[in-house]
C-alpha cells in the first residue's frame, strides 16, 4: 500500500464524495491498476467454453468501500467473471495461475457458500422457486449459511428458537428499510419488478456482507423505483460496504459510480472514473464494434471520430448491399 494513496480510508464509511474522489484521484485510470486497500484481488482467471474465450482476465483489484461498476457490451463476459470470483464455476486456469482473494482470504478452491461466508454475496434473481415462497421465507434463506455455521451449535444448547427469533428480527428490520415490511407473509412472486430487486438486495443482506455483488440490479425497474433502489445502493457504500455491480444503463452507472471498470472480449479494456471511461476511445470502440445498442448516458460521447466512423461503416455496408444486387 502506497503512503501517499492511503490517506481516506473506507473504515468509517466513504459518505463524503469529495473523500472518495480523493481516493479515486489517486488510482492510475488504466486497467489492473493498483487500489490502496483492494478487498478483491483478482489475478489470472480464464475460461474458455470449448475454443471461445469466455473470460481472460490478467489482474483486477477492488476498491474497499466503494461503489465499482463494471461494464461491458454484451457477451463481454461480466457474468460469467462474476460466477467464477463467486465459486458457482472454475476457471479454465484453476490450478494453473488462477488466483484470487477476498479481504485478504485465498479463494481460488473455495465452494461458493464458503465465498459468501467470507464476505462476498451476490444477489440472484428470483427464481420460479423463490417466487413460489412468502417474502420472509426468502429472507430466511438468506440467512441460511449464516444458520448452518451455527446450528449444531445452537441445537446443542437448545438455542435454537432464540437464534431463528433473532434472525427473524434482523429480516424484519431490513425488509423495514426497504419498505417491504407490509408485504412479509405475500409470495415473493407477487412483487413488482423494483420490489423483487429491493427483495433481492434485502435476502442478500441477511448474511452481513462486506462486499455485495448486484447483477444489473436496475432492469425492469419503473423509474420511480429506480431512485429509490439507486439510494439504497449509495447508502450501503456510505456505511461502509463494498459494491460491485454489473448494469448496462450507462446513466445508473454515471449516477452511482466511484469506479468503473469495462470488459470487452472477456478481458479488462479500462477502468477510471465514470466520465473517464466513457469518452475512452478503447471503450467507444468495444461497444460500437458489439453493435451495442447501449446509450453511453452522454450524447457529447458521439464525438466527431466516433461519428465519423459510423457513417463510414454505413457507407461500406450500404456499398455491399449495393454489389450484392
Ligand atoms: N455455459 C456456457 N457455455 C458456453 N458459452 C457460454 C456459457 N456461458 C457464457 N458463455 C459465453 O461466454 C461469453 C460471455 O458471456 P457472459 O454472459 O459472461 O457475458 P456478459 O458480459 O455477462 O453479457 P450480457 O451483458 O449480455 O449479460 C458469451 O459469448 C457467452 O455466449
Redesign the pocket.
Known sequence: MSDQMAQPTAASGMADPAARRALTGGFAPEPGSAKPDPILVVDNIVRQ?GG?T?VDVGHLEVQRGLITALI?P????????FNLITGFDRPTTAGKGAHWAFDGRTLDKTSASSVARAGMVRTFQLTKALSAMTVIENMMLGAQDQAGENLFKSMFRGTWAKQEREIEAKADELLGRFKLYEKKHDYAGSLSGGQRKLLEMARALMSDPKMIMLDEPMAGVNPALTQSLLGHVQSLRDEGMTVLF?E?DMHVVRHISDWVAV?AEGKLVAEGPADTVMSDQAVIDAYLGAHHDTDLGDDALLTDEAIEELEEEVAAEREAEEETK
Open positions: 467454453f471461445m469466455a461491458g454484451n457477451g463481454a463476459g461480466k457474468t460469467t467473471f454489473v448496462h470488459m
